[in-house]
């Protein structure tokens, strides 16, 4: 009997989390994180302040969870869209489109690229980014270097200046371009980069 209220206690618990998850971030999403307060989160999530302070140290911390989830997610869907790809360059091109369109979905360019660097300030978010999208980018390019698909260059500036310009592409398209329009340019960067 002991063991049942355990499991059902862990899933009240989990449930709670993933209740103030959904609800900062759709506050943060909606309004910035400076101007959401923790009584709207908790209001919100229908959950008491306590409990907010249970599972995180506080808002910052909260965020910085959803920052996580939020590029794990981009991540995922950054593997799975270059996983058909046919040669080195093309895994390049559809990851990059796939970190693209992921990342301006569900306002993930607002929490992770502008609210993530002012909350969490650079080096935070790109340390959180080097577990998950940016690792992506990394393990893309350090193949295609292995394999002589593209030039001959430094790994590291250079998962650092592919980064800044995927970055620079989703804000873009966040900010309203249309994908279509920027696909082709990213593309294009990324065929620059091909070995001749």
């Known amino acids: 009997m002991q063991e049942k209220k355990g499991i059902s206690n862990a899933k009240r618990t989990e449930k709670t989390r ?29 959950v008491t302040r306590g409990a907010l302070y249970h599972h995180f140290e506080d808002k910052k911390d909260l965020f910085r969870a959803i920052v996580e989830q ?16 046919g040669s080195m360059i093309d895994m390049l091109k ?21 609210e993530g660097l002012a909350v969490l300030g650079q080096r935070e978010l790109l340390a959180i980014e080097d577990r998950f999208t940016r690792l992506s980018l990394r393990q893309g390019l350090e193949a295609a270097l292995k394999h002589g698909a593209i ?39 990324i065929d620059g980069l091909a070995a001749e």
């Open 18 to 46: 993933k209740l103030l998850i959904k609800a900062g971030k759709k506050l943060f999403v909606e309004k910035g994180f400076a101007a959401t307060s923790t009584p709207e989160i908790v209001k919100t999530a229908g």
């Open 70 to 85: 939020d590029c794990e997610a981009v991540g995922i869907e950054i593997n799975r869209g270059s996983r058909e790809a």
């Open 94 to 114: 559809t990851g990059s489109s796939a970190f693209v369109k992921a990342i301006t979905a569900q306002g993930r360019a607002r929490i992770i690229l502008i």
């Open 151 to 189: 030039k001959p260059l430094s790994l590291d500036p250079l998962v650092e200046l592919v980064s800044s310009m995927l970055d620079g592409a989703a804000l873009k398209v966040a900010a309203g371009f249309e994908f279509e329009q920027i696909e082709p340019i990213v593309h294009a960067f």
